[in-house]
């Protein structure tokens, strides 16, 4: 028996109250979670480690922006070399 914090009491009522579905997959079977665990690695590696965030504000004022570029304005070869808004409206016209 594993003693993880998602399998919690308290922790699975608190995300019920919130109106948050858990979803946990079988052992071993990580592919449902591989884009978000992608994800956190690049943001990790390209904001956590490389700022040195002197609080929470500023931590989360950094978090915002980098958000706001990864969402909406890095450049992404598997994007056609667009950005994620740029992709998604080209896409769009094209239908």
Not at 22 to 35: E, P
Not at 45 to 72: A, C, D, E, P, R
């Amino acid at each position: 028996m594993l003693p993880m914090r998602y399998l919690l009491n308290p922790y699975r009522k608190m995300l019920r109250d919130k109106g948050i579905r858990q979803r946990m997959s079988r052992k071993g079977n990580c592919l449902d979670n591989t884009a978000m665990e992608r994800f956190f690695a690049i943001l990790k590696s390209k904001l956590l480690y490389l700022q040195g965030f002197t609080s929470m504000g500023h931590f989360k004022q950094g978090l915002v922006s980098y958000l706001g570029y990864y969402n909406n304005r890095r450049i992404k070869q598997k994007l056609k070399g667009m950005c994620p808004v740029d992709y998604r409206l080209h896409t769009l016209q094209s239908a």
